[in-house]
């Protein structure tokens, strides 16, 4: 009876079932960027944070755009939150082009900012849950390169099947 096909040499896999790593050098070794003046000081301040922190180095020069775009939903949706806190209970519904109710369009710019705000965070790293996928960590659980290389080379390995010990005794 055929075992089917015979599997691939480990020097020619691809996709997802190539394990080889490859190092980034990350945003530790570029220059901090400078945040865009029409900011809010708010979002200066969670810029000059993110660049300060651990994950910065995780950064390549070619996120930048993804980093600005962000960092300017931030401020847009900041910007739309403060006038919807002017605003007050009374901001809170507008008249429709008919002379019906409708949600201020404010509030709903601001739900479409808070969407596109997660996905980028997600894609970015910038939530625990979006590092654990990424395979980012800091601190005591960081696995060095060399023990991660170490551990994917020994998980290649053969495991003898007990069954099969026992067919080849019979």
């Not at 200066?44 to 600005?68: G, M």
């Not at 949706?77 to 209970?89: F, H, K, P, S």
Request: hydrophobic share 35%; aromatic share 8%.
């Amino acid at each position: 009876m055929p075992r089917g096909p015979l599997p691939k040499d480990k020097t020619n896999l691809v996709g997802h079932r190539d394990n080889n790593l490859t190092m980034l050098n990350g945003g530790r070794n570029m220059p901090i960027p400078k945040p865009n003046s029409r900011w809010t000081t708010k979002t200066i301040r969670y810029w000059k944070a993110y660049w300060d922190s651990e994950l910065a180095s995780t950064a390549q020069v070619v996120d930048l755009p993804a980093f600005y775009r962000l960092f300017q939903y931030y401020d847009e949706a900041e910007r739309a939150n403060r006038t919807i806190a002017r605003q007050g209970n009374a901001g809170l519904l507008a008249e429709g082009s008919k002379g019906q109710a409708v949600i201020n369009p404010l509030i709903q710019l601001t739900l479409k900012l808070e969407e596109k705000i997660l996905r980028l965070e997600q894609e970015l790293g910038l939530t625990p849950l979006a590092r654990q996928r990424l395979g980012i960590a800091f601190g005591e659980a960081q696995m060095g390169f060399q023990q991660l290389q170490q551990l994917l080379q020994e998980d290649n390995k053969e495991i003898a099947d007990p069954r099969l010990k026992q067919l080849e005794e019979e």
